[in-house]
């Protein structure tokens, strides 16, 4: 009977174990399935050059606020009335609000000649973690072409993968509809409405930029794609903001070339975006910014010594220069350009 029962016992264990082990193997498959199931969710989320889907405004989650500044463009533009919701394609975002600082690059392509990946490099690194963590650098694709906006968003997803993680740089890209195709310069025939034409198309990408960035930050700064940041300048630029001692500027000029190195209060953005938009079509936007002035500051008649000393206390200029223009090869096909800051 002992035999008995002890082979009993014997049996009644090995079938515990049994099903222990069935159990534990199944638990096994089951978190298998649960882990294999997460880093496919990561890697999908991670894998952003091979997922270019667009994520709307009318898709954006409901407790997201998209500003109704785009529908200023409306008015300007007739062809885009009947259009929805106008906004950008967020091809890489997390909706990062809340900062002190939004730098805007608008990019688009030129051909075999590129910068953008040496002046992302240059701002980026040159920013400690905690200016990082209080900004979001904005790369909009202003460009028709699918393959550069793959080739940018290749190019951005390696290089600066933790920024991209933590939110703090985003690529958007200008949904085609919004220019009308009297900006297509390729269907012009002499080289000077080719000029226009493309002059036009920039105020218009600086524009989108802006309305896109303003929600996002205190201030915004202007940068381009072809360009190099100093060492610490964006620890001299918060510093420098945080001494002003008047309150009553315009903006500030961190670079004296062109539309490079301008910060502006975000609260101020739609004006100037109004302003540029009425003009898009007269002259460049760095010209615009400067007629902003004669119109905001100087009476009619007025003596040009007394507008001039109001105008440099609203328009203040650092020096020497944070930015510096590397670009040679023009955004414009065909066109060299060998401008350099002389303040830098």
Not at 133 to 149: C, F, G, M, R, T
Not at 191 to 203: E, F, G, H, I
Not at 244 to 257: A, K, R
């Amino acid at each position: 009977n002992r035999l008995i029962n002890c082979r009993n016992h014997i049996l009644e264990f090995k079938e515990n174990m049994l099903h222990l082990r069935n159990k534990t193997e199944k638990n096994s498959q089951e978190m298998m399935k649960v882990l294999n199931r997460i880093k496919y969710e990561i890697t999908k989320r991670e894998n952003l050059s091979g997922n270019l889907v667009a994520q709307k405004a009318d898709i954006l989650n409901k407790n997201e606020t998209v500003s109704n500044t785009f529908e200023d463009l409306k008015f300007f533009f007739p062809h885009i009335r009947k259009e929805g919701r106008i906004y950008p394609d967020v091809i890489i975002g997390k909706g990062k609000t809340g900062v002190s600082f939004a730098l805007g690059i608008s990019t688009v392509n030129r051909g075999n000649y590129s910068y953008l990946k040496q002046t992302l490099t240059s701002v980026v690194s040159r920013m400690t973690l905690s200016e990082e963590k209080d900004s979001v650098v904005i790369v909009s694709v202003a460009d028709s072409n699918e393959d550069y906006l793959h080739s940018v968003v290749k190019m951005i997803t390696r290089k600066f993968k933790r920024q991209v993680r933590s939110g703090s740089l985003e690529v958007i890209s200008i949904p085609a509809f919004l220019y009308s195709s009297m900006l297509n310069a390729k269907h012009l025939a002499e080289a000077s409405q080719k000029l226009a034409s493309w002059q036009t198309k920039q105020v218009l990408d600086f524009c989108i930029l802006m309305l896109y960035a303003q929600p996002k930050a205190k201030y915004y700064l202007q940068l381009e794609d072809d360009i190099i940041a100093k060492e610490m300048y964006f620890t001299k630029i918060t510093d420098f903001v945080g001494n002003i001692s008047s309150n009553n500027w315009f903006f500030i000029e961190f670079s004296m070339l062109g539309f490079i190195g301008k910060l502006f209060r975000s609260e101020d953005l739609t004006h100037f975006v109004r302003f540029f938009l009425m003009f898009y079509k007269e002259k460049p936007i760095d010209w615009l910014l400067n007629d902003i002035f004669q119109v905001k500051v100087c009476d009619t008649g007025e003596d040009l010594g007394n507008c001039t000393k109001r105008k440099k206390q609203i328009r203040i200029r650092y020096k020497p220069s944070l930015f510096q223009h590397v670009g040679i090869h023009s955004s414009f096909p065909g066109k060299e350009q060998y401008e350099k800051d002389v303040y830098y």
